[in-house]
Structure formats: structure tokens, C-alpha cells
């Protein structure tokens, strides 16, 4: 079982920057950052595996990062440039196959989940 607790939501203007948090209960393998917006999907953000391969939505790239530090079992979602689009809840999640397998953007080969975590962006 694998506890995760995201936190660093908030609101901030067009183009400002915002840093999310992900702690987890333990050693964590790749993980996950999404985003839903009332009506819609969750939508795959980026990831970072467990060898520290990044990847990122077309949406984002450029203007996020993904970072993890393994001493804190923590991984980071630094946003900046951020747009009235960007508004969502954000959530990490991992899985225990993302330990060595490649990551994945579906949410349904995700099977631990943070609480989520407001991010609004006013223009």
C-alpha cells in the first residue's frame, strides 16, 4: 500500500508559477501527475520514472518540470507560465509495476492516488 499526499495548490495569476508536492509513504517508483476539470477525463500531465525519464503532455512541455527527490520520497511538479487552461485538480498517482516498467499515461494503469490538490489560475 502506497500513501500519497500532494500539496502547493492554489491561485495565482496568468503566467505565474506554482509548485506541487508529492509525498509518498514510502520508496516510490515512477509517478504520475494528471489533471481533471469538472465534466471531463483526467488527463495525463507528465511522469517521471523510476530511472528519472520525464515525460510531458504536448500541453506542458516547456513550462513544466517534473523533479523527484528519493531521500524524501518526494516527487515535484513546478509549474510556470501558467494559463487559465492549466485550472484543475491535479493529482499524482503511481503504481507498483512503475518500479521498472515504462510509464504510462492512462490513468487506469494507476492504482495509487493522492487526494488532489486545487490549482486556479485567473487571467
Known amino acids: 500500500q502506497v500513501q500519497l499526499v500532494e500539496s502547493g495548490g492554489g491561485l495565482v495569476q496568468a503566467g505565474g508559477s506554482l509548485r506541487l508536492s508529492c509525498a509518498a509513504s514510502?520508496?516510490?517508483?515512477?509517478m504520475g501527475w494528471f489533471r481533471q476539470v469538472p465534466g471531463k477525463e483526467r488527463e495525463f500531465v507528465g511522469a517521471?520514472?523510476?530511472?528519472?525519464?520525464?515525460y510531458y503532455v504536448d500541453s506542458v512541455k516547456g513550462r513544466f518540470t517534473i523533479s523527484r527527490d528519493n531521500a524524501k520520497n518526494t516527487v515535484y511538479l513546478q509549474m510556470n507560465s501558467l494559463k487559465p487552461e492549466d485550472t484543475a485538480v491535479y493529482y499524482c498517482?503511481?503504481?507498483?509495476?512503475?518500479?521498472?516498467?515504462?510509464?504510462?499515461?492512462?490513468?487506469?494503469?494507476?492504482?495509487?492516488w493522492g487526494q488532489g490538490t486545487q490549482v486556479t489560475v485567473s487571467s
Open positions: 514510502g520508496r516510490t517508483p515512477g
Open positions: 498517482a503511481t503504481a507498483l509495476r512503475f518500479a521498472e516498467a515504462t510509464m504510462s499515461m492512462s490513468p487506469n494503469d494507476y492504482h495509487y
Open positions: 517521471i520514472s523510476w530511472n528519472l525519464r520525464t
